[in-house]
Each structure stands twice: as structure tokens, then as C-alpha cells.
């Protein structure tokens, strides 16, 4: 079966962010099944108002555990202790410690959907404090005899979600999660969802919003007809 991780750093109620990601979720879990059946979505574990009834859902072909670092409370590193702590836990081969548990999980997706609204050029801090969770030595990456990190991560792909009031011109969190994962996580098949512009008076973002949607679902579709051509060969 395949393993989804959903990280959603998405902290308004009604984030728009999330109503992408949770469309993606949607999307992949039907392709995991291996058909575009409706019954699939309207079995897939979302309610009407696009939330999940648990943190780990099965989805028919897919489970998809989802980390909401609104309820995580992660918190930021802020001295070394705990960076000692958890290479002790790697050194010693206790690699099912709790401290390692976001490591752990990160690194055993088979993908992973990242969602974050665009904040200040980039996504908002509770992700990167997550991140600083996920990247061990020895759970998610090690370094090679020369010293370069070697990814350690299972995931094939990786989507980034993220919705904006403005153009994202300087996209650093796409492209900072991009340089982390592919030199790091050897994860090198990441793709970007999003709509821009929201906040912007006169347009109308119910309009974006369904564009941005509808860009979810022919990505869907591209991929669905590959697999079943490639099927044929
Ligand atoms: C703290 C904060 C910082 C933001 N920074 C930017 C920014 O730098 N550029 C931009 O275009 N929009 C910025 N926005 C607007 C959001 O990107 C936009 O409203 C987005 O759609 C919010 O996503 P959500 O609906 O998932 O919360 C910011 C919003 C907030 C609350």
C-alpha cells in the first residue's frame, strides 16, 4: 500500500492552501486505486468541509498520515542538547526513539505533499522548525566518505502546495524545500501546485482557486494515461 505523508503547515481556518493539498490527497489516493471511480473520492475520508476524521486515514490503494503542525507544537531547537540527544539515538541504532519519530516517518513515505501558504516570500516558520526535525544524519541522509550527503528517503515525489496574495515571484520556500530534498533527501521528483494573486482587488479568487484545482486534476490525468501506456508496453 502505498504511504502518503501530508505535512500541513497551513494555519488560517478556511486556508485555501489546504483546500489545493486536500484536493491533491484526493487525487493521488484515487490514482493509488488505480482507477478514477468516484465512489473512491466519495469514500476517501474527507468531509464536506475538506478535513480528514484522523490523523491516519486508508484511503482504498493509499494510507495517508497527515502531520498538522498547527497541533504538533513542535518545538524550535534552541540549544544543542537535543541535536546531541538524537545522534547519540542514531550512533546507538535506536532509531524508534520519539525524538526521531518525524525523521522516521519522512523518510519512509512513499510520497509526500507538503501544503504551506506563502509568507513573507516564503512559508511560515513551523515548517522549517519541522524540517530542522526531519533532517538526521543517518534517519533521512548520511554523508558519503567524501562528506556529501547521501539521500536516505524512500519518497519518489514530492508536491509542494502553496497559495499567494501576490504574485510569488521569489518563491524561497519552493525552492528551498527543492535544494533540501534533492541534496539532502535525494528526493528529486518534486512538483509545484499553486495559485497566486488572490489577494490582489478586482480578481476574483474563486476563479484562481478553480484554475488552480483544475490544474490538480489534469496533472492527474497526464500521469493516470503514462501509467496505463506504459501498462501497455
Ligand atoms: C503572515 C503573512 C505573510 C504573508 N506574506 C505574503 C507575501 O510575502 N507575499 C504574498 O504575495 N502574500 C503574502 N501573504 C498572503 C498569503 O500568501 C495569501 O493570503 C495566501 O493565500 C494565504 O493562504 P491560506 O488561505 O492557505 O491561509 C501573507 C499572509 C500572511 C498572513
Not at 15 to 27: G, K, N, P, Q, V
Not at 105 to 121: E, G, K, M
Request: glycine share 6%.
Amino acid at each position: 500500500m502505498e504511504k502518503i505523508l501530508f505535512i500541513n503547515a497551513c494555519i488560517r481556518d478556511c486556508s485555501r492552501t489546504l483546500r489545493l493539498a486536500r484536493h491533491l490527497l484526493d487525487r493521488l489516493a484515487i490514482a493509488a486505486a488505480g482507477n478514477f471511480d468516484s465512489t473512491v473520492r466519495e469514500n476517501s475520508g474527507s468531509d464536506a468541509a475538506g478535513k480528514y476524521d484522523s490523523n491516519a486515514v486508508q484511503i482504498r490503494g493509499a494510507a495517508v498520515e497527515e502531520v498538522d503542525l498547527r497541533k504538533e507544537k513542535i518545538q524550535a531547537i534552541s540549544s544543542f542538547d537535543p541535536l546531541e540527544r538524537r545522534e547519540r539515538m542514531v550512533r546507538e541504532g535506536r532509531t524508534d526513539a520519539p525524538e526521531l519519530k518525524y525523521a522516521r516517518q519522512f523518510a519512509d513515505a512513499d510520497t509526500i505533499v507538503i501544503a504551506a501558504p506563502y509568507w513573507d516570500l516564503a512559508f511560515p516558520a513551523i515548517l522549517k522548525i519541522y524540517l530542522e526535525q526531519v533532517t538526521v544524519t543517518g534517519v533521512t541522509f548520511r554523508y558519503s566518505p567524501e562528506g556529501r550527503p547521501v539521500g536516505m528517503c524512500k519518497a519518489r515525489r514530492l508536491f509542494y502546495v502553496m497559495t499567494s496574495g501576490g504574485p510569488a515571484i521569489f518563491n524561497m520556500g519552493y525552492d528551498y524545500i527543492c535544494t533540501l530534498c534533492r541534496n539532502f533527501f535525494g528526493i528529486e521528483d518534486i512538483r509545484l501546485f499553486k495559485a497566486e494573486n488572490l489577494d490582489i482587488a478586482g480578481n476574483d479568487p474563486e476563479q484562481i482557486m478553480a484554475s488552480a484545482l483544475a490544474c490538480v486534476d489534469k496533472a492527474a490525468e497526464a500521469e493516470a494515461e503514462a501509467e496505463a501506456e506504459e501498462k501497455k508496453l
